[in-house]
């Protein structure tokens, strides 16, 4: 069955940005049980420090299981977004599709 947030999230109409003209009436997500979980797609060097590199795990986000715990430094790359998750953060995706980053 679908949760809740999902149901309400649904329910409502959404107006774009830019040049529509007309609501959105409803947003498609993936279904929760599709999800294959997959490591991440490539490793980047960056730098949160200078003078000081490190490998980053970029992740695509529709290979994430809902409840996983990811640490930092990762990326995750979405379609329409990109989420940096600095040293000693970690973030999660709920089965509402809403992304958590707390620090350790």
């Not at 730098?47 to 995750?76: H, M, N, Q």
């Amino acid at each position: 069955g679908k949760t809740r947030c999902q149901k309400v999230r649904h329910s409502r109409a959404f107006r774009p940005f830019g040049q529509r003209s007309r609501e959105l009436t409803k947003i498609t997500m993936p279904d929760a049980e599709t999800v294959v979980e997959a490591g991440p797609v490539k490793i980047r060097a960056a730098s949160f420090a200078p003078s000081k590199t490190s490998d980053l795990a970029v992740y695509d986000s529709g290979t994430i299981a809902f409840d996983r715990e990811i640490e930092g430094p990762a990326v995750i790359e979405e379609k329409t977004t990109t989420i940096l998750v600095p040293p000693g953060w970690s973030i999660r995706l709920d089965r509402c599709h809403a992304w958590y980053m707390w620090r350790e």
